[in-house]
């Protein structure tokens, strides 16, 4: 996903936000993502807001990670 400068991104498209997480849940980079310093960051802040409402988890549901 380029970016272009026309991405809006709010708590409520938390399926377009998965886009930006991997599978364990951490949010990630820029050079993943393909988005700006900008966008980027309005990205983590969505993601991070929808993790508070309960719209997205925030780790793996298995647990799995540090086994």
């Known amino acids: 996903m380029a970016c272009d400068g026309k991405i809006n991104l709010n ?5 377009k ?3 930006f997480t991997n599978r364990s849940g951490k949010i990630l980079p820029r050079r993943a993502t393909k988005l700006c310093e900008k ?6 802040e969505a993601i ?8 997205l988890p925030y780790g793996d549901e298995h647990g799995s990670a540090w086994k």
């Open 11 to 15: 708590y409520k498209q938390y399926n």
């Open 17 to 19: 936000l998965r886009k």
């Open 39 to 44: 966008h980027q960051r309005e990205a983590a």
């Open 48 to 55: 991070k807001s929808a993790r508070y409402l309960g719209l």
